[in-house]
């Protein structure tokens, strides 16, 4: 049985930064295809960042270069690194575990999901 946990989030200013952990456990962590979620209230889930078990990294057209994933195998934990936060980057940051087949399909392994509050 796979369980995800993700930490890290909570209350930032505007140009601030976060770094989110998601610890995976039950899993073949360094085999896995991995993503990082978020849901804003009233929206739908949108992917932020995969980074996949074959070292491919892609991120969501919002991103512009302020986010980055990594990975730690030995750890079995995915990072989100998050630098000059905007409000609009507030939402539930998900951890997921998912397959790549030339895009990410999510597989329902989910954690419980990490705030990151951005204030003006």
């Known amino acids: 049985q796979v369980h995800i946990v993700e930490s890290g989030g909570g209350l930032v200013q505007t140009g601030g930064s976060l770094r989110l952990s998601c610890s995976i456990i039950?899993?073949?962590?360094?085999?896995?295809?991995l993503g990082w979620f978020r849901q804003a209230p009233g929206k739908q889930r949108e992917l932020v960042a995969i980074?996949?078990?074959?070292?491919?990294?892609q991120y969501g057209d919002f991103v512009e270069g302020r986010f980055t994933i990594s990975r730690d195998n030995s750890k079995s934990t995915l990072y989100l690194q998050m630098y000059n936060l905007k409000p609009e980057d507030t939402a539930t940051y998900y951890c997921?575990?998912?397959?790549?087949?030339?895009?990410?399909?999510?597989?329902?392994?989910w954690g419980q999901g990490t705030q990151v509050t951005v204030s003006s």
């Open positions: 997921n575990v998912g397959r790549w087949d030339g895009q990410y399909f999510p597989l329902n392994f």
């Open positions: 039950g899993s073949t962590f360094a085999r896995n295809t």
């Open positions: 980074s996949t078990f074959h070292d491919r990294i």
